[in-house]
């Protein structure tokens, strides 16, 4: 046996044990942190600036060359203003705006293909340089049928999606970044817990001011670059999840 075959067999045997190790580590983790936790409500998250968490980056965006703003010295209306007083809507780091989550989506599709094709090819000499005057034997070693084929094949493919989702709900967002040319970038989450189970809507995206309503609200549907996640955890989704053992059953094995 090589080095190298020896080598391959290794690793086939050694990289699922330490996957396996790994998950067991992690479930076991999971598991204390589980154990300690029975009988007891599950933990809100604490209010944190969502810049300084682990997986946060600053938005880069295609930006728009500067304008320099233009006054009037005898106006009271100054260019770019959409009031004369005071606006109250978001503008700056740190400000908050609702966001009416508003999502319907429903999609019906049918798609079916079928398709059939069938190939006969026959080409053959009937007299191969006058076989029939040569005799039985002659005509027995020349060649007469040269190639004969056939083939056929067919396919019928049929694939259906039916699918219906509405989400309606309001969460209030804080502005973390504002963009050279004006636009916002928002995040907001929410949490709330019911007996033993939270649920967690969090939406974060980039808004423009002209957007915000004058009661400081804008609705998800006119947030770019829109992220809204809405799930929970707790006892209820605890039961809903397969067991670690079965998901990783289900990663490893090739059928």
């Excluded at 090819?121 to 034997?137: A, M, N, R, Y």
Aim: overall charge positive; proline content about 5%; aromatic content about 4%.
């Amino acid at each position: 046996m090589s080095a190298f075959s020896s080598a391959s067999r290794l690793r086939r045997v050694v990289l699922p044990g330490l996957l396996l190790s790994t998950c067991a580590l992690a479930s076991g983790c999971s598991s204390i942190d589980r154990l300690s936790q029975i009988g007891e409500q599950p933990k809100l998250s604490a209010i944190d600036n969502p810049t300084t968490q682990p997986g946060y980056k600053p938005v880069q965006m295609p930006m728009p060359k500067p304008e320099v703003a233009s006054y009037n010295p005898n106006s009271l209306w100054r260019n770019g203003s959409r009031a004369f007083f005071k606006d109250q809507r978001a503008t700056h780091v740190g400000d908050l705006l609702t966001v009416t989550v508003n999502i319907t989506d429903k999609a019906n599709l049918s798609n079916e293909t079928q398709r059939s094709r069938t190939n006969s090819e026959d080409s053959g000499i009937t007299d191969f340089i006058g076989s029939k005057t040569l005799g039985v034997q002659a005509q027995k070693v020349l060649p007469g049928r040269l190639l004969t084929a056939d083939s056929t094949a067919s396919s019928d493919g049929k694939g259906s999606v039916n699918r219906t989702e509405a989400l309606q709900t309001n969460v209030a967002a804080v502005v973390t970044q504002v963009l050279p040319n004006g636009n916002l970038v928002v995040e907001g989450k929410q949490e709330i817990r019911v007996n033993f189970e939270i649920r967690e809507l969090v939406v974060a995206g980039i808004v423009r001011p002209e957007d915000i309503q004058s009661d400081n609200t804008i609705d998800s549907s006119k947030i770019a670059q829109a992220r809204i996640a809405y799930g929970g955890r707790g006892q209820i989704t605890d039961v809903q999840q397969p067991r670690y053992g079965q998901q990783v059953m289900d990663v490893l094995l090739p059928f």
